[in-house]
Nanobody, 126 residues
């Protein structure tokens, strides 16, 4: 098992940047593919970005491609979400999630993920 804790959320103006972190503890972090999801008020949770266990494969949703990037440091058991050119529609609670895998694959399906953090609020507003 792995426990996940997100941090780095907050209030930012449109066009600004934020970097979220997700720290893992418990099982070997490098055994897990990681994903970021978000949920805005009144909306369903949606996929944002995912990264393979070694960090060699990433996949982005169309709404964030070119603005958001993800990376991971397995030595620190941490995955990052760098968000640039933020828009008001990016406002949501952001969650990191993990699933154990022996392959280099990733997934955009939230049903695939076994472990979830508690979420961190990101608000984009002037």
């Amino acid at each position: 098992q792995v426990q996940l804790v997100e941090s780095g959320g907050g209030l930012v103006q449109p066009g600004g940047s934020l970097r979220l972190s997700c720290a893992g503890s418990g099982d070997a972090f490098s055994n897990y593919a990681m994903g970021w999801f978000r949920q805005a008020p009144g909306k369903e949770r949606e996929f944002v970005i995912t990264i393979s266990r070694a960090g060699t494969v990433t996949y982005y949703s169309g709404s964030v491609k070119g603005r958001f990037t993800t990376s991971r440091d397995n030595a620190k058991s941490t995955v990052y979400l760098q968000m640039n050119s933020l828009k008001p529609e990016d406002t949501a609670v952001y969650y990191c999630a993990a699933y154990e895998t022996v392959t280099g694959a990733t997934s955009s399906l939230d049903s695939r993920y076994e472990y979830w953090g508690q979420g961190t609020q990101v608000t984009v507003s002037s």
